[in-house]
């Protein structure tokens, strides 16, 4: 049977039912190009250790480039009958080199070491593709930073004004779980470092074959230790899933404030016609679609990690069929952050932010209360004191419908000796951002600080 494995010992060719619950081509033939340099490098092994002559491997090698060339172009395209894309090329390279050369290929490597490699590979170019994109929106979110320094928005706790913080400090605030996103993509790029290639089936090879050559030829430090391991695992797969989801999260929580931030309500922002999208039969409106769908699609990142979860629970070990399952997930991952990441930032970078409505709604709800508090502390009035006097401020604001510098110099007296006329100095917000200068304070000159930090960390990775 063409494009068949296996079949020396069955009566016959698998069940049609079977055949199609079986096949994968669907999903893995982006592994092609990757099986197929791992073909090329386990050639050169089995050469090495005299399986191939020197004209086998010149002939199996130009065989493999001609096979890469058609299906890169599109030329060679998985066939019905084909399981997978380990058989489905496997046939290619023998219509291509005849059965007698091509089938000398599979000596000593199994697909279960084949497709543990492959899908490592994949991911590692994937990482970063990825880290790209992500690079991509941390300098978003920092040339909007940037042309909005001096601006003030009012900071929140519980959704609730709580004290005013620069812009630029909120916006280097959904920067810096990016950065760790990128940092995990090397961490783990460390774990996926080694190649299984040569662990066989499960348990190795007979052939003597030096996996180190096929290792270093696929771009691999070293090869992995445990062949059972080698074929068997896929923690690095879910590793690189759930980055993918943490991203995925990231995106979100700065998405739901974008979708705050552009309502009529808070008038934080407006989007860019070419990053938002209007209704069907509403004519006014301008709907922020991108933020919208980076929620709805952090959803489908966490269901791909928890789906592959709970595929890998409870697998005895060496390699089941269940772990075909690895790929789809993480692959929609893949595909839905490359699709993603790019339209964020591009609405990220095409923001307009009101830093007037921004600033004027900062004072509001007494977000200075903390630096009255404060203020009093520095005169020694102990912290429990000053809050209980800060409090009856509030309270007296409250019950006179006024902000706290509008409270009058009498009025303060009377709510405590402490609440003299200097007070007022701690009154704006200008002060109060520009006071906040302790170590990842939101105060202007530690803000600067912080964004050269976080472009040397960037650099650095
Ligand atoms: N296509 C399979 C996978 O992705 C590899 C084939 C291994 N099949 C087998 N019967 N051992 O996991």
């Known amino acids: 049977r063409a494009g068949a494995l296996w079949g020396g010992r069955f009566a016959g060719g698998p069940s049609p039912e079977l055949a199609r619950l079986s096949k994968s081509t669907q999903f893995d033939w982006p592994l092609a190009p990757y099986d197929i340099r791992g073909s090329r490098a386990h050639a050169r092994a089995l050469a090495a250790a005299g399986y191939l002559t020197g004209d086998e491997l010149t002939a199996m090698v130009a065989g493999l480039d001609e096979l890469a060339d058609a299906v890169a172009a599109g ?18 390279l023998i219509d291509i080199v005849g059965v007698e050369l091509g089938g000398k290929l599979r000596a000593g490597r199994s697909r279960n070491d084949q497709v ?3 899908v490592r590979m994949l991911l590692r170019d994937k990482a970063v593709t990825i880290s790209a994109h992500v690079i991509d929106l941390i300098d978003a ?31 280097f605030a959904h920067c810096w779980p990016l950065v760790r996103d990128l940092e995990r993509f090397t961490d783990w790029n460390k774990r996926a470092d080694f190649s299984p290639y040569g662990s066989g089936a499960l348990a190795g090879n007979t ?12 771009g691999f430090g070293a090869v992995v230790e445990n062949s059972i391991d080698g074929t068997a695992s896929r923690d690095l797969v879910a590793e690189f899933a759930f980055i993918t989801a943490q991203i995925g999260i990231d995106l979100s929580r700065l998405a739901e404030e974008i979708i705050l931030w552009n309502t009529r309500e808070f008038g934080f922002v407006t989007l860019d016609d070419g990053y938002s999208t209007g209704s069907s039969i509403m004519p006014q409106k301008k709907n922020p679609d991108i933020a919208e769908l980076a929620r709805g699609k952090s959803g489908r990142l966490i269901g791909n990690l928890t789906g592959l979860l709970t595929t890998l629970k409870g697998l005895p070990l060496a390699y089941n069929r269940d772990l075909q399952e690895d790929k789809e997930p993480v692959f929609d991952s893949i595909e839905t952050l490359e699709v993603l990441l790019p339209a964020f930032s591009g609405m990220i970078a095409t923001l307009t932010f009101h830093t007037d409505r921004m600033a004027e709604l900062a004072p509001a709800g007494f977000s200075l209360a903390t630096d009255v508090a404060e203020w009093l502390v520095k005169r020694h009035v102990s912290f429990r004191d000053a809050h209980e006097i800060t409090g009856s401020l509030v309270k007296f604001a409250e019950q006179h419908d006024l902000d706290l510098h509008e409270v009058d110099d009498a009025s303060l007296l009377t709510i405590s000796a402490h609440l003299t006329p200097e007070v007022r100095e701690v009154l704006s917000i200008q002060g109060s951002v520009d006071r906040r200068d302790g170590q990842a304070g939101t105060a202007p000159v530690r803000v600067a600080e912080q964004r050269a930090v976080l472009v040397a960390r960037v650099r650095a990775l």
């Open 75 to 92: 030329r060679f395209q998985p066939a019905e009958t084909d399981e997978d894309v380990h058989s489905s090329l496997e046939r290619g």
């Open 116 to 118: 543990a490699t492959l």
């Open 141 to 171: 979110l920092a040339s909007q930073a940037e042309a909005n320094e001096h601006a003030i928005m009012p900071g929140r706790t519980h959704l609730q004004h709580a004290q005013p913080v620069l812009l630029a400090h909120h916006l």
């Open 207 to 218: 052939l003597g074959l030096d996996a180190r050559l096929v290792a270093t030829d696929l």
